[in-house]
């Protein structure tokens, strides 16, 4: 046996009835909605909480109650330019305050009010105060949550830097993956379903709030391999982030912020428009502001937040900004848009199905509809949630007849795994390009 096979022991001879790819909330809660009598390898590219899904601030939306359902099914359409699959988002809604008791059941913890009732917010778009949160790291709370339960697992095995480089396929029909460990040879592992989970593509951009390393190849996969892709150039525009010439991801300044009172603020720091429109609005008048003042940023101002709430809702931000040399509470901070979320991706139905069959998408990876053209604020985490559950249903009641066969792969052509992953950039950014020129000029184009 080889010091590679050796590596791979654990699970490379084994058949795994899941592979589940990417550690994000989609990843996690499929991983925790699967029948425990189903072995399951769980994948990611880095480690387990380096994902975009840990990074996520303002919070996750939930409906409140019969009356607000018009409200919150009218908001998301219109944040998406009423593209939205309206299947999706119904389903979206009604199974929001179900994820929530069972994420509070999960030990997660949403800020309260003083009397002990669950705090809500409102961000740009929401016509309501509808947002949970946990202080201004929401997403870290709730990731980390979802680990903790998947640790106790026994039927899930973990395994980090375990970079996916394709899908095994046989007749239109996904037999498993191949995946290269650090210093390893690529190997294939087999299995019944593969859920990608593995995020959006905010790595392909200069300026992004994505980590680094999340570069889009679960689309690239799909390229390769025939898998139909949807609106792959649907790309969201975060209006703030702070504003740096340094290179790396860009810290996002929460829309709660501006939910909670924060205004956008030109060279003359005057108010220029209504912060709580939809991102993709807000993004495009800071872009126009920043050509008539010919400046690099505009300001963002928290004066009509009280040093308190500040200081209590986002004191992950109040921290990074005074690393920064900006104390939110005496002074106005620079702000730019910066690539922020995929709505488009593989294309799927609200339970992750794809045109491969045994191949699943959840979470940014897909595009089941809900988001249309443009996400509403804080449906992320509860989109994630949602759908990743259903996927983990339907392959749950999956009870038809598999053929466990491993399939002759050509193992050699992955040897080159940096040139494959450059390859693998070059065709998403491409497809983009196809897609939409003009966003592609616009914001792809790393000269700019």
């Known amino acids: 046996m080889t010091n590679d096979e050796l590596l791979f022991e654990g699970y ?33 590219k880095d480690e387990v909480l380096n994902c975009d899904s840990y990074l996520a601030q303002g919070g996750i939306c939930t409906l409140l109650d019969k009356q607000d359902y018009k409200p919150y099914f009218e908001d998301t359409i219109k ?39 669950l705090n809500y917010t409102r961000e740009g778009g929401h016509s309501t105060f509808r947002i949970l949160h946990h202080k201004d790291v929401t997403g870290k709370e709730i990731t980390s949550k979802l680990y903790e339960q998947v640790e106790k697992c026994s039927n899930i095995t973990i395994k980090e830097f375990a970079l996916v480089m394709d899908i095994i396929k046989d007749n239109n029909c996904c037999k498993g993956v191949v995946v290269k460990e650090q210093d390893c040879m690529p190997v294939p592992v087999y299995c019944r379903d593969v859920v990608f989970a593995t995020g959006g593509l905010g790595g392909l951009f200069v300026n992004s709030t994505n980590f680094s390393h999340i570069t889009g190849d679960s689309f690239a996969i799909a390229i390769r ?41 030109n060279k003359a720091k005057q108010r220029f428009v209504n912060e ?19 400046t690099e940023h505009v300001w963002l101002d928290f004066k009509d937040i009280s040093n308190d709430e500040i200081l209590h809702h986002f004191p992950n931000i109040y921290n990074k900004c005074l690393e920064e040399g900006y104390d939110v509470t005496k002074e106005p901070i620079p702000v730019v848009p910066a690539q922020h979320y995929l709505m488009g991706g593989i ?35 509860l989109e994630s949630l949602t759908f990743s559950k259903n996927c983990a249903r339907v392959i749950n009641f999956d009870k038809s007849e598999y053929e466990k066969n491993n399939i002759d792969i050509d193992l050699q052509k992955y040897a080159d795994s940096e040139k494959w992953q450059l390859e693998n950039k070059r065709l998403v950014l491409e497809e983009i390009r196809k897609n939409d020129e003009v966003f592609y000029d616009k914001w792809c184009n790393s000269k700019d």
């Not at 389903?91 to 009397?115: H, P, R, T, W």
């Open 347 to 381: 294309r799927a139905d609200i339970c992750g199905v794809t045109s491969l069959k045994h191949l699943y998408a959840v979470g940014e990876t897909a595009n089941n509809g809900v988001h249309g053209a443009n996400r509403l604020a804080s449906n992320s985490l």
């Open 276 to 294: 709580l429109l939809p991102r993709d609005v807000v993004a495009g008048a800071i872009i126009e502001q920043m050509k008539k003042d010919n």
């Open 225 to 265: 391999n025939g898998v139909e892709l949807k609106n792959i150039n649907y790309i969201q525009i975060h209006p703030t982030v702070l504003f740096s010439k340094s290179k790396g991801r860009r810290f996002l300044i929460s829309e709660s912020v501006r939910g909670e009172g924060a205004k956008l603020l």
């Open 12 to 44: 490379m001879d084994n058949f795994y009835d899941v592979i589940v790819v990417g550690t994000g909330v989609a990843g996690l809660y499929t991983c925790l909605n699967l029948s425990k009598d189903k072995k399951v390898l769980l994948l990611t």
């Open 79 to 117: 944040a998406g330019r009423y593209e939205n699959d309206l299947i999706a988002v119904h389903d979206m809604i009604v199974q929001s305050k179900e994820i929530i008791n069972d994420l509070i059941a999960k030990g997660v913890d949403f800020d309260k009010n003083c009397d002990g009732s």
